[in-house]
């Protein structure tokens, strides 16, 4: 798995891609819209159940940037 991880690092670096904080934003109104949740709604759902705001955003560029590489391997 730790290899994986360090080659899709690599190709990510490679490729240029960039998963800025508007995307990150974007990407929260959707899970919550589909949950039925107003953006404040759900990260009041996170915190209350212990998920720190900013790792829960950090996690998600990390899993946004994936994303973009295996759209762009496919």
């Known amino acids: 798995m730790l290899i994986q991880q360090r080659l899709e690092e690599s190709e990510i670096k490679r490729l240029g891609i960039v998963v800025d904080?508007?995307?990150?934003?974007?990407?929260i109104k959707k899970?919550?819209?589909s949950?039925?949740?107003s953006v404040f709604d759900f990260l009041d759902m996170l915190k209350n159940k212990g998920i720190d705001?900013?790792?829960y955003e950090?996690?998600?560029k990390e899993k946004?940037?994936?994303?973009m590489?295996?759209?762009k391997i496919v």
């Open 69 to 71: 590489l295996y759209r």
């Open 35 to 37: 949950n039925s949740l």
């Open 58 to 60: 950090k996690e998600l």
């Open 31 to 33: 899970i919550a819209s």
């Open 21 to 27: 904080d508007f995307d990150v934003k974007e990407e």
């Open 53 to 55: 705001k900013d790792d």
């Open 64 to 67: 946004l940037k994936k994303q």
